[in-house]
């Protein structure tokens, strides 16, 4: 299954698992990875597929936090910016020295909402709703060059 540069539509969670897996065994130490959707859309979900792979358990939503951290196979960073206002209360939060930790992978919720602070990405991933299955959600996988 290739994955990079690729859209899923009207996907369930066991397709959502299958997709996270082959994207995560393709994941390196420093990636960067942007998670864009709505809320509910299964951001945190991705993130804890991918996460199951790198051994780790008990990955849960940042969005109070800011924050995560979790450690397995890969050190993971996992950010949710919803709730930042603009970049200077990122600085505050000790995003810029997470985000130049070259051992740790980055998942970052919601970066579209301050994207100037994210200099490189590796994955770029859009989750929505299925418009005929709310159930189900359409996942599009970019590879930015």
């Known amino acids: 299954m290739k994955i990079l540069n690729k859209k ?12 996270a897996k082959e994207l995560s065994a393709k994941i390196k130490q420093g990636y960067i990875i942007e998670l864009i959707g709505g809320l509910g859309t299964g951001k945190t979900f991705f993130v804890k597929c991918i996460c199951e ?9 940042p969005s109070f936090n800011i ?7 890969l050190n993971v960073f996992h950010f949710d ?39 490189v990405v590796n ?13 189900k959600r359409n996942i599009n996988i970019v590879c930015p060059e």
């Open 8 to 19: 899923f539509d009207c996907i369930g969670k066991s397709e959502l698992r299958i997709i």
């Open 53 to 61: 792979y790198f051994k780790i358990k008990n990955v849960s939503s």
């Open 67 to 73: 924050f995560n951290q979790y450690n397995g196979k």
């Open 81 to 119: 910016f919803y709730r930042i206002k603009n970049k200077e209360e990122l600085f505050n939060t000790g995003f810029y020295e997470h985000l130049s930790d070259d051992d740790a992978v980055k998942f970052i919720e919601w970066p579209n909402l301050i994207p100037e602070a994210i200099p």
């Open 123 to 135: 994955y770029r991933i859009y989750l929505d709703y299925c418009k005929e299955h709310k159930l």
